[in-house]
């Protein structure tokens, strides 16, 4: 009997310093008042949720018939759809990444930088003339390739001042924006346009409205959408704490940037006749486009969740 | 050294994939060198410098001069759209004789031949008197392949 005692006692002991340890900690918890607010030290990092609504308002029905994947979760860049060339809004990074270190508990400094660096190779088949001049039966192919290189970067640099002393804060704060992005389509061909194939199969020949002779087909579009953006914001919002260090904001921004954008030009190939060859030419499309930008915006995202730790 | 000979072995085998599993070309060009079809055109040229004093015409052979022999591109091309010349050269020999190949497609074409034009005098048969000029010349013939064309030409004497 007091061996069985013994066992039970050894196998309990451990449960009930368990219990009483769960009790004080639960007691201590209870005694320190939760800490909401962040602090001086702590980083943040947040993210737009409207993207996450969207999509939890798509989850269960699709009435527009695309699809409801969930894109474009993080901060908006403040270039995001402010590119007007050819409307391209591809280019610039659509997702940024918004990041905050508090130097004090009530001033913080604060970045969202959105980064996008991409090179695409796009193939296609694409019947061997060659081939088929010699053997017209023949089913031969070459592989003809866009490269696509985009690379485009968006910075806001700048501070954060915080009013209030509950779980509803205001957010007032003021940045330096600067962005650029390149752009570069080379084309490259499996057949080679010669003297008696000026109009090889797959070529692709550049819009009307640029200046290369009519039957010279691309070979490298540089710049197109090549900008360089720079200016100030300011911003106020709010942020309301629903749990410890974790807040819903909501913020607008007046921002004013100077757009400054790249020579834009094409390389072309086709034969000249004055010259009676083929040749390579370089033809000016746009000595770079200007712009003046002062808008309200949403940087960083019209509604966002943030995390401090 | 057994683990050495596995990667030789897989080594060679990713190799071997790589080589027949690449079933397109890189690029590829037509060119006038591709066109297996050949004809040959060959021929003299000459020109007068007028008349003697008994009246027999004085006919010299074009020594040592240049022949440009031109095919329009739409003829060499099988798609038949092409702009342009393609101009091929001979000189001709000490005896005035000239034999270039031009490249021809099935559907034939017509070929310029064309000798250097060069400042020259003529007796003028009529005023007795030898006049300064530019021998010019030009002929045309049709050609397909496999064919051997006999193409003499002659300057014609145009006075200053």
């Known amino acids: ?42 980083w943040g990092i947040g993210v737009d949720v409207v993207p996450l609504l969207k999509y939890i308002g798509t ?124 752009d570069k389509v080379k084309y490259d061909y499996g057949n080679s346009l010669t003297d008696i194939n000026q109009n090889p199969s797959g070529s692709v020949y550049p819009s009307n409205n640029s200046n290369v002779p009519k039957g010279y087909r691309l070979l490298t579009e540089f710049n197109t959408g090549a900008n360089f953006y720079t200016g100030i914001t300011g911003s106020a919002g709010i942020e309301w704490f629903v749990g410890p260090k974790i807040s819903l904001g909501a913020e607008v921004n007046l921002s004013l940037y100077y757009l400054c954008g790249k020579k834009i030009y094409i390389e072309s190939e086709g034969y000249n006749e004055a010259l009676q060859r083929v040749e390579k030419r370089t033809d000016l499309v746009s000595p770079g486009n200007r712009g003046f930008y002062m808008a309200t915006e949403s940087l960083g995202g019209s509604l966002n969740f943030n995390f401090y730790f | 050294m057994n683990i050495l000979n596995n990667l030789k072995s897989l080594a060679i085998i990713a190799i071997a994939t790589m080589a027949f599993t690449s079933c397109s070309k890189d690029q590829t060009s037509f060119s006038i060198d591709d066109i297996q079809g050949k004809a040959r055109i060959k021929g003299t040229v000459f020109y007068s410098e007028g008349t003697n004093n008994r009246g ?35 000189v001709t020999n000490g005896k005035g004789e000239y034999e270039i190949e031009v490249p021809v497609l099935e559907g034939g074409a017509l070929v310029t031949i064309q000798p250097q034009a060069f400042i020259g005098k003529q007796k003028n048969s009529s005023s007795n008197e030898t006049e300064e000029g530019i021998f010019t010349a030009e002929a045309t013939c049709q050609v397909v392949p496999n064919d051997i064309q006999f193409k003499d030409i002659e300057y014609q004497f145009n006075a200053r």
Not at chain 1, 21 to 37: D, M, R, S, V
Not at chain 1, 59 to 86: V, Y
Not at chain 1, 88 to 110: C, E, H, Q, V
Not at chain 1, 111 to 140: F, V
């Open chain 1, 1 to 42: 009997m007091k061996k069985i005692l013994s066992i039970l006692l050894v196998v309990l002991f451990p449960f009930s310093g368990t219990y009483a340890q769960e009790n004080n900690e639960k007691t201590t918890q209870e005694k320190a008042p939760k800490q909401y607010l962040p602090e001086k030290g702590d």
């Open chain 1, 59 to 182: 989850a269960f029905h699709d009435a527009s018939g695309k699809s409801n994947d969930l894109n474009g979760l993080g901060g908006t860049p403040f270039t995001k759809g402010s590119n007007f060339e050819k409307g391209n809004k591809t280019l610039m990074p659509d997702i940024s990444i918004m990041g905050k270190y508090f130097l004090t508990n009530k001033f913080a400094l604060r970045a969202n930088i959105g980064l996008k660096i991409s090179a695409e190779t796009d193939k296609a088949y694409c019947t061997d003339d060659k081939a088929a001049i010699l053997d017209p039966l023949s089913e031969d192919k070459v592989v003809n390739k866009i490269r696509n290189r985009k690379n485009g970067i968006s910075i806001m640099l700048g501070g954060e001042y915080r009013k209030g002393e509950r779980r509803v804060q205001g957010v007032f704060g003021a940045g330096l924006l600067f962005a650029c992005m390149k």
């Open chain 2, 56 to 90: 027999d015409e004085i006919i010299k052979m074009a020594t040592n001069t240049t022949i440009l022999v031109k095919i329009d591109n739409s003829y060499l091309s099988p798609i038949g759209n092409a702009e342009g010349t393609t101009t091929f050269e001979t």
